[in-house]
């Protein structure tokens, strides 16, 4: 199935469905069920999303938590927002709208080392995608990979301290009411540095992105292979796009 046939299908399917809270051990299940309303093989999906055909399998069936850019590279591929991902139904995309998040409220879902709480879920078409993180990460030996999506990430610690690791600059600290901006492209990594797990609100936002491509994205217009290779954070090595 051509991608440009298979993405509308996918966000149809997505939108048919209801609910209102998006466990953090359904992202397999739930995106085994939106592949397969959509009519899409694994095959079809992995050339839609640059995520090789063995990681997208242990996905669904649960043999790995799938990393932020990850499900990130997967919404973007299906043309499917996060919000439609975790919070299938409808959202409001009028001009001068507004959603309040309440303290119980949010979506919550695990994503390797992070856990996180998506505010702002009843709105489509968001520039900008909030999140509240726990980062529970301690070492950068517990990651497969590392994080990099395009656009500007906002990082502010609300508890605890965290370490960010990027390419281009030497580790820094924060501490509780400190906070970052930074190039979301460059390869990064937080790790916490306090003794209990610390929690952070991370807002990212793409302004190279047009309208079009914000629906609920996590900052990473169109659909493309990564430099002719797929990308399986279960392997330290890339694949070769045939």
């Known amino acids: 199935m051509e991608a440009k046939k298979a993405a509308p299908a996918a966000r149809r399917a997505v939108k048919a469905e209801s609910g209102s809270f998006f466990s953090e051990n359904q992202i ?4 085994k069920e939106v592949r397969q309303a959509a ?6 999906l992995s050339g839609m999303t ?3 055909v063995s990681y997208l399998s242990k996905i669904e069936n649960g043999q790995v938590s799938p990393s932020f850019d990850i499900i990130k590279r997967i919404c973007d591929g299906l043309h499917v927002s996060l919000e439609d991902f975790v919070r299938p139904g409808e ?4 001009s001068g709208r507004k959603t309040v998040t309440r303290t119980n409220e949010g979506v919550h879902f695990t994503s390797g080392q992070y856990d996180y709480k998506a505010h702002g879920t009843e709105l489509s078409r968001k ?3 909030p999140l509240e993180m726990t ?7 517990e990651f497969d990979h590392w994080s990099r999506h395009s656009g500007e990430e906002f990082v502010y610690v609300l508890k605890g301290a965290i370490e960010i690791h990027t390419e281009h600059y030497a580790p820094f ?14 390869q990064h990594l937080y790790i ?11 807002v990212s936002h793409d302004p190279d992105a047009s309208a079009a491509e914000r629906i609920g994205q996590f900052m990473n217009p169109g659909t493309r292979r990564v430099e002719g290779y797929f990308i399986d954070p279960s392997r330290k090595e890339t694949q070769k796009a045939k």
Request: aromatic content about 4%; glycine content about 8%.
């Open 50 to 52: 640059a995520v090789s």
């Open 173 to 186: 600290r924060l501490e509780t009411g400190e906070s970052a901006y930074f190039d979301s492209s460059m």
């Open 39 to 44: 009519g899409l093989k694994l095959s079809d």
């Open 127 to 129: 520039g900008m995608v």
């Open 28 to 31: 397999g299940l739930r995106l």
């Open 192 to 202: 916490t540095v306090s003794e209990e797990d610390a929690h952070v609100l991370s």
């Open 91 to 94: 959202k409001s995309q009028i």
């Open 135 to 141: 980062v529970r990460a301690r070492s950068l030996d």
